[in-house]
């Protein structure tokens, strides 16, 4: 157990809905991230938040946003699904979101878009 | 820029024998790299990380890799594979600048046969 929770573990919906995907990040992190994981892709790495900031930003399309909170916790929105944003994600978190960071992973969120 | 590359999607060996997974990155400056195992259905789990204290990294569950500046690698071994290896491997660089962004290869599926 990593220490990162994600919620929920499974996600089913329809094209064009909207989707919130949460995401606590180890006790003491300040810093969270958000990869996404399909086949065709690999892993890719959307965004990075510190203690509330936005630190970096990826490959993240436009639908897409995320924030984290004072509490640290951290959401990943997702609109106007598409059958191409089927994926994994997950939420990572680190300690003080360094290059040298040892980031620690969640389970993950399997989002399934039909 | 930095990226990996992971020679091979997919590594057979027998029970017991020498695994090798390899790793070849390219970064701009001095790179931090990581080792990641993801077992079916289940986060990223970090094996070992490299950040220029040595060359020779020892890791979890018997893994270590080296870090060759000169050939720009960083091959994950293990002396002898156990049945519960069988996973899925991703090495990973650390993008520059103060931002913790992983940049991972597309994976290497290691098949242990009894």
């Known amino acids: 157990d990593s220490g990162v929770t994600q919620t929920p573990k499974h996600l089913i919906t329809a094209t064009g809905q909207r989707v919130t995907l949460r995401c606590s990040p180890r006790s003491g992190d300040l810093s969270v991230y958000w990869y996404q994981q399909s086949l065709d892709q690999g892993l890719q790495f959307l965004i990075q938040?510190?203690?509330?900031?936005?630190?970096a930003k990826g490959n993240i399309l436009e639908r897409f946003s995320a924030q984290q909170f004072p509490d640290l916790h951290s959401e990943l929105n997702l609109s106007s699904l598409e059958l191409g944003d089927s994926a994994l994600y997950f939420c990572?978190?680190?300690?003080?979101?360094?290059?040298?960071?040892?980031?620690?992973f969640g389970p993950g969120t399997r989002l399934t878009v039909l | 820029a930095q990226s990996v590359t992971q020679l091979g999607s997919h590594v057979s060996v027998s029970e017991g024998a020498l695994v090798l997974l390899r790793c070849n990155y390219s970064s701009s400056v001095p790179p931090y790299l990581f080792w990641y195992v993801q077992y079916p259905n289940q986060g990223l789990q970090l094996l070992l990380k490299?950040?220029?204290?040595?060359?020779l990294v020892k890791g979890i569950n018997g893994f270590e890799a080296e870090f060759k500046k000169s050939e720009t690698s960083f091959h994950l071994t293990k002396p002898s594979a156990h049945m519960s290896d069988a996973a899925e491997y991703f090495c990973?660089?650390?993008?520059?600048?103060?931002?913790?962004?992983?940049?991972f290869g597309q994976g290497t599926t290691l098949q242990v046969k009894p």
């Open positions: 490299y950040t220029s204290a040595a060359t």
């Open positions: 938040y510190y203690n509330g900031e936005e630190r």
């Open positions: 990973a660089v650390s993008r520059a600048g103060n931002t913790g962004k992983l940049i």
């Open positions: 990572a978190s680190s300690v003080e979101g360094l290059r040298s960071d040892t980031q620690y």
